[in-house]
């Protein structure tokens, strides 16, 4: 069994790690901490587990963290930046939900996040959490840095037509669609159901840090620096991302089968059949990347369609596949959840 | 390995199933059977049952559900009834998640649901499938009468109080709300987004079908025939129910302790602390019954509050659960998921 | 053109006011105060006021509000009574929405809303505004409680019943649901739409402050003490009240004259014919009090369906209403919105 | 007064008609028929217009639409240009919210809406009922063809940079989202709340009979054949739409100005701050476009923010705008609404 630590459980990535840890069948469930909720029984927080998960939330300070197999971090961003080398030299892997080892320039990092950086070494230690790009290295690391949900939906999406080079990569057009939950379990007047539901908004035009991001692995995977257009959307919705991707086609290709190839042994992207629409709820729940790849009419321009639900595949479902890697289990254990429809 | 029919599997109780039973460790789906869509890959209906049911649908004159084990019946009223005095007879066990069976008094189904009924003497022979009440009888059946989502959430609401004698039983009230897939995956106006989002109302004040069922088995419970103001709403949210009970107390109890006492050892009845409130996305996706028991100011009038998914509790978790006990397998097999929440 | 002041235009019973008065056409918008927000156009914050209102917000201690002939208070709990004295000697008429003096019981209103009261004197002269009720006396007054928004449903659902003398007033029951509007514009976890979307919930069952103000009109209809269970709950959408409302029948009556007769000459209050079930979609955004009543099974519990728009008729309408009232205006002036649908 | 008839008022756009125009000072409502419906009140169907709607609908052989002075059809496509030329000959205006008269390449008509035109030569007559771009034409005009929501909010989107020549319109990109009320009021599956709430999908991608209707206005902005990629999203919510519109800067502009300038009188379109994120709800209800431009990051991409209610500037709301033009009333005559927000 695997002990297991959860720093930061009070939001909706930690309640969701929870969920899927208690029905793994190699986790064992040591400490979860909030500063804010000590002593409480996470239960009490949240009723949905009750009777499945017995654990209180623990003061951050006396924590059994450095006992464990591996720490998620599963708190606001510059969190882990500060606890992560202490648990990396008592032997625990640690993996952060938030973006503290995203970025791989640190200048670029501290512009988009507002703060100096903690530990720019771990940060060129780490290594960033979509398998379907680094598993190899995943598997010897210590440190994970684990995708955002913009970024693993955009990326997975791109991903095929930027390796194969394809597609001009200097106009890249990635809009977005997200799910409340994404904004986290914080009280936000923007985010209240009197005015977020019944109605749809951009937000971030001129500025989002999901943009480096997700330009960095685009970038990566082109071997030279891509341009991106990213338009983010609020939809009044609990879960779920759809990012609609548009770019244009530079030469002649199969994109279908491109596509089925590229995800051919992935056991968390599933490619649709041509034609098809994805629907976000058709991931809910799940760990899984719906695709779908269209070229209206026929023209030069490729449009992708690409579902996930933001808080499993986006975070706490990746985290759990990215622990699988780390620790040589099957990465599907624990993350066979057939998605809820409706 | 249990071999498992379904006949109608094209609607949300069918699909319901076939998620939980997907993941059920001693099922074995054999045949799905839909008139309309037979030849279709479930998983085109339904996506997200890709790459988790392979079965395609099959003309119900065709399938081979006369070797199965036990066939469920997710299909509108008046199905079952047709066709289960065969299966019997083949040796299979029945369960129907309709009203076929459910309503011993043969004049009052037909009055209610409006035709004749079929086999009058299955009805009398089926037990009606709720566990926490008939545990024994449904050992040893052959055929059982799923409860109905509404009165799964009232009778488990009511029980304890009918049970202990301590309410008047004449006046009994349940103000009940449904989340939309209560009404069926059916093409109608009124359960469209765009007439029942944002909007709440009650239905079938005069009368409405779950009406005697529920007075039927309070009335078995107190020895004598209740009566009962049933009220149910729609509810814009997608799955869900909360029934709000009134009762009259006749004699002093401790309420908590009484619902504790009844519900100690039932696997899926959840009694919450005092002064709860549950929400019906805490049990959302989830084979479980949470409630809570209130008096108001002190005074005479007992509130209940009881939750359930309509699509779980309420139907195809309760028809698994229900299987289990048929078979002899642990109860709760199968039905151990996490509800979701967010 | 009556002078119109606002305090505290940053919620929602502000912004409504706001788009009311906004096409009355004896409206002139004067001020509209708060603290926070002082300086910003109200148009900034409430962006569907764009071209409409040209106000900004202003300092409550420099606003004009003695030079205007009424003044809304749209602020929390307790502000009114602290400035109402002020203006009424400047012969200002005051019209609160807040429930600073509802409560004709000063200990009972400290005790539910936990804090001394600044003025006990003018709670005594302050007028109730249901005007289905006390619409001579609104005419003549200075002060104006507007009422709740449960209390409006709920005690215009009852009127009819107990100003007859045809229920039992000792077991009223009201079962009421509501949008999460009416948790106002406050950033509260347990109204993000993360939380409360496709969730429903009863809350404040052992108690809620609209209980005594319900209870306070209930018995002054009665001519004595009646005994009320009130239940709220939270319902998944934006604006809407229904309240369902049970009571034992005393005496025979026809259900349906009775409610017609009543409310034959009410400009907003819609008696729909029997065995109708209104939607509150069909008030929204509009001052309208749907009502129908029920008789199920011809027993001797009524069952009474009332719905409003929380913030029209539950808040912002009904306080224009009485504004009409006061100023010697048509009753409907300026009120005359159709409901939207969908 | 103005005399109006409405072919087809039982779907969202009549209902919408109905709101509106009971609101209108110049308009008298003298016939509304629906074969199906016939001699039922309006209001029975609709219970929004209880009070404020007396008509009854009529049988369409017998509604007396050629004594109107103008008549809406708001019909399936298909009905308006089979009984159109009848009503031109008694000198009735007509104004069709359907797709009959839009497209005026006939070849292109009948590809898309999959059958043959009935009357080409009106065809040629009708003009095209976007106001910002044809006032001068419509006011003449005998025939309307009053735009498709998509339509409205896209062309006004890109109008001010095609009108300028400074974007490349080969490669134009409409990334839109709707509301479920634009797939009308018709009993469909995929349009059920427990279908289509929670839940977002594109659709329609390899085309959408929106595609020719945008790309034939824009081409007349700009001269020539523009390429335009078109994706549509069904999006949880009841009313709005929200395009987001992509284009690649051929020439230096600002962009602000040239909004606003284009933009300075037009009544119902309001271009926003520069940076500012318009919202659907922010013109909920109301006859208004607004219009934010953004150039993320100083790139070569423009992207455009466009807003409206489907139901008003995309259907009902425009169609009166038309005809207050075709009658020379003052164009915002019975569309002040003020948006309802929250």
Redesign the interface.
Known sequence: MIKIGIVGGTG?TG?ELL?LL??HPEAELTAITSRKEAGMPVADL???????VKLAFSDPAQAPLSQCDVVFFATPNGVAMTQTRALLDAGVKVIDLAADFRIKDIAMWEKWYGMAHACPDLVAEAVYGLPEINRDRIRGARLIANPGCYPTAVQLGFLPLIEAGVVDTD?L?A?A?S???G?G?????H?????????????G???HRHWPEIRQGLSQLAGRVV?L???P?L??????I?A?L?A?LTQEVDLQVLYENRYRNEPFV?V?PA?A??????????NVC?IAV?R??G?D?V?V?S?IDN?VKGAAGQAIQNMNILFGLPERLGL???????
Chains 1, 2, 3, 4 share one sequence.
């Open positions: 909706y309640v969920r208690a029905q949240f009723p949905n587990l009750r009777g499945r106009h057009i809009d669609k799910g409340v939950s904004a379990r914080k009280a936000e007047v985010t209240l159901l009197a005015e977020a539901g019944d109605n749809f908004k951009a937000y035009v001129a500025g341009g257009t990213f338009v959307h939809t009044p919705m609990i879960r779920g759809h609609t548009y244009r599933d649709l034609g629409h994805p629907e976000t709820r058709s991931v809910r729940a799940a719906r269209h209206p009419q023209g321009t449009v369609l579902v808080l066979d959840q057939v998605p809820l429809l409706p």
